[in-house]
């Protein structure tokens, strides 16, 4: 890929003088986004079977990029990475890479709360050659704020890929206090938090002492997320709505503010049915499918698909939209 291919406000790696991975950049939302500003944690398509569908993932990757989409987070929570097999996992890696790593910045989800786990699931990931990693935080295991640290430190020892960090208490238990986060970010590999505990202070106190670049984990507080630092998303929700997604992004950048809160609140009751009513996953590939983006859903256990009353309260929401003209058989 050439350097003439590559989106200027998403290429490459920061590099220091010494030819590292980061130095100090420009702090806040106006900052160049190290992976792109809007980026889907993309849902893994699955055939009738179970199995992984390999063209429709092709097909849904090339769909989001041609709406708008910097990168794509594959495997992660929404891909359903833990009820996917390592191999599974490395092969929806390689070959979303394939499809549309020469448009868009490819992060693979590689979380764990087996922090040798995770290493192996980066150690395939870097052999396919992807952007960035996302990293949770170890979920069950509630590890102390050092062995999270400890955990993120091993990880970036043995991968030089640019880490984005999970921040998820609401399924890890525990957040990570700003006091860890400085200590990450002395680690040249972490350069990005996904932060979905929507904690403006303790964010705004990391932003305000380090390097490390915010994006939204929460698809309805984006607006407020860049308004504090924020550099962009890290989405659900744009699956089914990404050019609204984008446009909101691009008027914060904009400094068109009019914009900016007109479309987050017609996003609301696009964000009330894709996370709300049902797992995110479950529920964009309903949304999905309704689009005629995807085939029939199938998600897998112990995920099910939803019960008619909760299909019929998403359908409700989606009426009342600006993406209603969207929806089949309404």
């Known amino acids: 890929m050439s350097d003439s291919a590559v989106n200027t406000e998403t290429s490459n790696r920061p590099v220091n003088s010494a030819g590292g991975l980061k130095t100090p950049h420009n702090q806040g939302t ?39 989409h910097d990168g794509l987070v594959v495997c992660g929570t929404t891909g359903e990475y833990s009820t996917m097999t390592d191999d ?28 040798a786990h995770t290493i192996e699931l980066a150690r395939r990931a870097d052999k396919v050659g992807v952007d960035g990693l996302l990293v949770v935080t170890p979920y069950y295991n509630k590890p102390t704020q050092a062995g999270v640290f400890a955990h993120y430190q ?16 609401g399924r890890s238990a525990i957040p990570i206090e700003p006091d860890t986060y400085r200590r990450m970010a002395e680690i040249d590999s972490i350069v990005a938090v996904k932060d979905a505990k929507a904690d403006f202070g303790a964010a705004s106190e990391v932003m305000a002492t380090t390097d490390l670049q915010y994006y939204s984990g929460d698809d309805g507080l984006t607006l407020p997320w860049m308004s504090v630092g924020a550099v962009g998303l890290v989405s659900v929700t ?32 696009i964000v009330r049915a894709t996370m709300s009513r049902a797992p995110g996953c479950v529920s964009a590939k309903q949304i999905l499918s ?39 058989n309404s």
Not at 156 to 169: E, G, L, Q
Not at 296 to 305: A, F, K, N, Q, S
């Open 30 to 68: 106006f900052a160049t986004p190290i992976f792109g500003r809007l980026l889907t944690a993309m849902v893994t398509p699955f055939a009738a079977d179970g199995s992984v569908d390999e063209a429709q993932t092709v097909k849904l990757a090339e769909y989001l990029v041609d709406n708008g």
């Open 88 to 115: 599974e996992n490395e092969r929806v890696f390689q070959i979303v890479k394939d499809a549309v790593g020469h448009r868009a910045k490819i992060v693979a989800g590689v979380g764990s709360n087996d922090t």
């Open 154 to 169: 091993a990880v970036a020892k043995t991968s030089d890929t640019p880490i984005m960090v999970y921040d998820i208490p």
């Open 238 to 269: 744009a699956h089914v709505a990404p050019q609204l997604f984008r446009e909101l992004i691009d008027a914060v950048v904009a400094q068109d503010l009019v914009t900016a809160q007109r479309v987050h609140l017609l996003l609301t009751p």
């Open 290 to 328: 309704w689009q005629g983006v995807l085939g029939t859903p199938v998600v897998r256990l112990p995920h099910v698909l939803s019960e008619p009353a909760v299909v019929e309260a998403m359908r409700s929401d989606l009426r009342d939209s600006v993406i209603a003209h969207s929806i089949q």
